[in-house]
C-alpha cells in the first residue's frame, strides 16, 4: 500500500470524520438511555454531557503526556494505538447499555426520590463510571493523531485544527443522521451497533494505513508552510496565561449557553426530538464553518487577532438577548421559524470553531503533549458549563440575566487585553460594543418577563425547568419553559373519575403521574382515598394553590402526598400497589422522552405496581393514527383487558388497561359508586352544560370506541423503550 501525502492526510481526516459522527451517535443515545434508566430530568442530562466531557478531558490531558512515551516504549507507530483505542470505543456499545442496567438495579435500592441530592449522587456516580472509559479513549484520540502526524509530516504544528475541523463536522452529520434516520429505523440498539461496526473499521483503516511508512515527504523549500500563519498571530507577552484561561471561558460559556438556548428557545422550537437535534446540528454546522474559515485564513496567513475574535464572540452572545424577545422574535419567526433560531446562534458558534483551534494551534505548535493539555483546558469548561447553567443560573436568573452573566469573564479578558497592549482603534471598538450591548440589555426582555408584564404571571424557577401560572377564574393556564401544559378542561377531571368508578368496589388509593395543575389529584382526593401525585418539576407542585383554593388544605390531608420523581423510576422503586394509576404525559404526543410512559416496558412496570383488580388510565394527547394505534398495541400486548373511549371533551383519548375484566357499569351504576363529594367534582366545570353527574356520565361513557379496525389497519406498530414510535416519525411521514 503506497499512498501519498495527499491521500494519507485525506485518509486521516476521513477517520476523524467517522469518528466524530460516531461520538455524537453515542452521545445521543446514551442520553436517551440514560433517562430510561435513571429518570428524565436536566440533572440526568448535565451529568451525562458533563461526564462524556470529563472522559475527552482525561484522554486529551493523560494522552498528549504520554503518547510519544508510550509508542517509543513498546516501538510501535502511534496510529497502532490509535487502532487499539477506536476499537475498544466501539465495544462501548454493548458495555455503556449492560452498565446502566447494572447502575439502575443498585440505585432502585436508594429510596429517595430522583429530585434529591443523595440519589443525585449516587445516580451520577453510576453514570460517570458507565460512561467515562470509553469517553476516556475517545479524549486520547487527539494526542494520538498527533503524535502520528508528527511521524510522519516534517510540518504539523496546525494538526490540531485539522484534526478537529474533521471531527466536528463528523459529529454535525453524526447528529442529523442519527436523529432523523438510524433511531427511527434501527432502534437505539442497532443504532449502537451501527457505531460499533465503524469504529472496528475505523481501527481496521488505521492498522492498513501504517503500511504506507514509506511516503514521508519533506515540504519543498519554495512552499510556504501553513504553520508560519500560526507562529505570526499577534497576541500579549503573557499568552501563556490569558489564552489557557480563555480557552476554559470558551468552553464554560458555549457548553452553559447551549443549555439555556434549549430553554429560552422551547416556546419556538417545541420539545421534539427534532428540534433539539435541529439547534445540535446548527451549532456543531456553525461551529464547523468557523473552523473552515480558520484554516483558510490560515493557508494565506491572514489570521484574525484574538482579541477581535473575544469582542467579536462578546457582541455575538447577546444577539441572544435580541432574538429571544417576545416583541421581536414574534414576527421573525413567524417567517422564518426554527432556521430564525439557528441564525441567531450561528455568529457564536462560528466564532467558537475558529478561536479554538486557533488558539490551540498557537500554543501546541504540533506537540501532542501541549495539544492534549490545552484541549483538556477548554473541555474541563465544557464540564463545568452545563452544571453551571442548570444549578447555578437559570434556577435563579432569568435568561436574559443568566446570558449576561455568562458574558462577564469576556469582559475581564478584554480588559486584560487593553491591559496589555494598548490600541486606540481596538479600545474604540470595544467601547462601542460595550455601550451597545448594554443598550441591547436593557431594552430588551424575555420571555418571562413578557408574560409577567402582560398578564402577571408568577414564575418559578428550578434546575428543571421555568414554570409560569397566568389567568384568572376558569381561564387560568399552566407553561413549562413556554411549552402550555395544561388547563381547566373536564378530560383532566375523567382521568381520575372515569377508572374510580369503573374499578367497581371501593378503591383505597391511586397514583397521579404527571401533576400538572393538580386537577386530577384533587378530584382522586374527592373520593376519599389515599392520593400520591407525582411530578419531575420541583416547581410545578408549588404553583397547586395558584388554581385551586382549597389546594392547602388538600396538601395537609395525612391521605394525600405530593413526590417530585421521575414518575417511571418512582414506579420502579416503590413497593405500593394502587387500584388505580392514571397517566397524564405532557404534550404533545411527540414529546422528547415521552415514549417512555407509553413503551411496553413502562407498561409491564405499572402492571407490577397495580393491586388484583387494579386499573391503568392512560390518556393519549391528540395525535394521528399511526400514533394511536401503536400505544394501544403496547397496551393491549401487555393487557388482557383494554377499553378505550374518545376525550371527554374532544381532546386525545382515554384507555383503561387491567389483567381483571373491565366492565363498563350503567350511568346510574357510575354515578352511584361516587362519593357526594366526587359527583360535585365531575361537573365543577360543567355548570350549565349537564344537568346533572349523571348525564355527564352518560356522555362519558357513550365515547366507547371499538380499536380492533385501528389495529388491522397498522399491523406492526407498537411502542418499545428500543423503538420509540411516537417520537420518531420524519421517515414515515416522508414516505407515506
Known sequence: MNLSQTKLKFFIYSLFFISGFCALLYQIVWIRLAYAHFGINTSVLSVVISVFMLGLALGSWLGGKYISSLAKRFSISAIYLYAIIEFCVGLSAVAVPWLFKIGESYLLSVTAASDDAAYLAYSAAAICLAVIPWTFLMGLTYPVMTAFLKERFVRSDSAFSFLYTANTVGAMLGT????????????????????????????????MIERSKNTQEIAPQNEQPQETAVAAISIPSSSKYVLAVLLFITGLVSLALEVIWTRAFIPIISVEVYSFAFLLFAYLFATWIGSIIYRVSLRHSIVISIQSVVSFVLFSIFLIIILGDPRINISFYNAFGIYGVALGILPFCALLGYSTPMLIDQMAQGSPAKIGRYYAINTIGCIIGPLTASYLLLPFFSIKHSILILSLPFFAVIAFLLKERLNKKFILFTIGNVLVLFLVFFVSKGYEEVFVDKVKATVFRDHTATVMSFGTGQNKSLLINGIPITAFVPVTKVMAHLPLAVFGGAP??????????????????????????????????????????????????????????????????TREKYDVITLDPPPPVSAAGSSLLYSSEFYVLAKTRLSENGILQQWLPPADLPTLAAVTRSLVNNFKYVKMFAGADGGGHHFLASDHEIKTPSPAKFVSLMPEQAKKDLVEWNEGKYKNPEEFATYILSKELSYQPLLEAYESVSITDNRPFNEYYLLRHFFD
Open 508 to 573: 383505597k388509593n391511586a397514583l397521579v403521574i404527571c401533576f400538572g395543575m393538580g386537577t386530577t389529584f384533587r378530584s382522586i382526593n374527592s373520593w376519599g382515598v389515599n392520593a400520591t401525585g407525582i411530578d419531575l418539576v420541583p416547581s410545578v407542585p408549588k404553583v397547586f394553590p395558584f388554581y385551586f383554593a382549597d389546594a392547602e388544605q388538600i396538601m395537609r390531608d395525612p391521605k394525600n402526598r405530593i413526590v417530585v420523581d421521575d414518575g417511571r423510576r418512582f414506579l420502579a422503586r
Open 176 to 207: 442529523a443522521v442519527t436523529a432523523v434516520i438510524l433511531i427511527e429505523a434501527l432502534g437505539f440498539k442497532q443504532t449502537l451497533a451501527v457505531a460499533m461496526i465503524a469504529n472496528f473499521l475505523i481501527a481496521a483503516a488505521a492498522i
